[in-house]
């Protein structure tokens, strides 16, 4: 008992009073679930629900930028004057408008071609690249919008879920007052517990009582009480404070 400075004897109902009081907190705590309980379970069935919809969301914008990768393949095709591509994977991250400004005078990223081929590859933006860029656009956004909703439930069920712990904080330190409260008005007798951890009661009468040791971490234990009787307060004892209920 490093922390209990001084050591109470209790008569033997103290253990039955604080029982009493432990079934009342079991009580109220089960009473609090259950008001929380109908949120919750709303909450997690509608986190669930929103699972398969962005999981699907998820495949659709991958197939749609797959798909733009391999429609944008067939910009390799267009060559410069000097006979290289005028285009290389790294271009696909361009967007297509950007694209389309940057070759309206025949030249892109150091490399000329003729009015021909641009013709060509504006035709080949217009026509392939444009659509498939607005499908991955538009699966971009679904995703996102999914995302941001399931983002904002998960807010609100962690906001439920600190209401509750709030409190349940709440309801164990009201019940843990009238545990000491009650522990406190029962005490017959105190002692001081030397540095050794030792301490005396002298003439009390033999029969049952319980041992109390006021600190932070309190513990009772009963005990029967003869001639010269010797009792030892461990820190695996139980303590008579009530905890959060899981």
């Not at 798909?67 to 290289?84: C, E, I, L, P």
């Not at 209401?163 to 001081?192: P, S």
């Not at 109390?212 to 009772?220: E, G, I, N, V």
């Amino acid at each position: 008992m490093p922390e209990a400075t001084r050591i109470a004897i209790l008569d033997s109902t103290a253990s039955r009073k604080i029982s009493q009081i432990h079934d009342l907190y079991t009580r109220s705590a089960d009473s609090l679930r259950r008001t929380f309980a109908d949120s919750l379970a709303a909450l997690d069935n509608r986190l669930a629900g929103q699972a398969k919809p962005i999981v699907r969301a998820e495949k659709r914008l991958k197939s749609a930028q797959n798909n733009y990768a391999v429609v944008f393949r067939g910009m390799s095709a267009f060559t410069s004057f000097g006979g290289n591509p005028i285009f290389d994977s790294s271009d696909r991250k361009v967007r297509t408008k950007e694209l389309l400004e940057e070759i309206s005078d025949r030249f892109y990223r150091g490399k000329a071609f003729s009015l021909e081929t641009g013709g060509q590859i504006r035709r080949m933006i217009r026509t392939k690249l444009v659509p498939a860029e607005r499908r991955v656009s538009h699966s971009r956004s679904i995703l996102s919008r999914l995302k941001k909703d399931r983002k904002a439930q998960q807010a609100i069920r962690s906001n439920v879920a600190d209401q509750i712990e709030a409190a349940t904080a709440q309801l164990v330190d009201q019940y843990n007052r009238r545990v000491v409260d009650r522990l406190e008005g029962a005490v017959i007798r105190e002692a001081t517990i030397n540095p050794a951890g030792s301490f005396v009661f002298d003439r009390v009468p033999a029969g049952r009582y319980n041992l109390y040791t006021p600190s932070s971490k309190p513990k009772l234990v009963e005990v029967v009480v003869g001639r010269h009787t010797r009792v030892r307060v461990l820190s695996e004892d139980v303590s008579p404070l009530v905890q959060p209920t899981t």
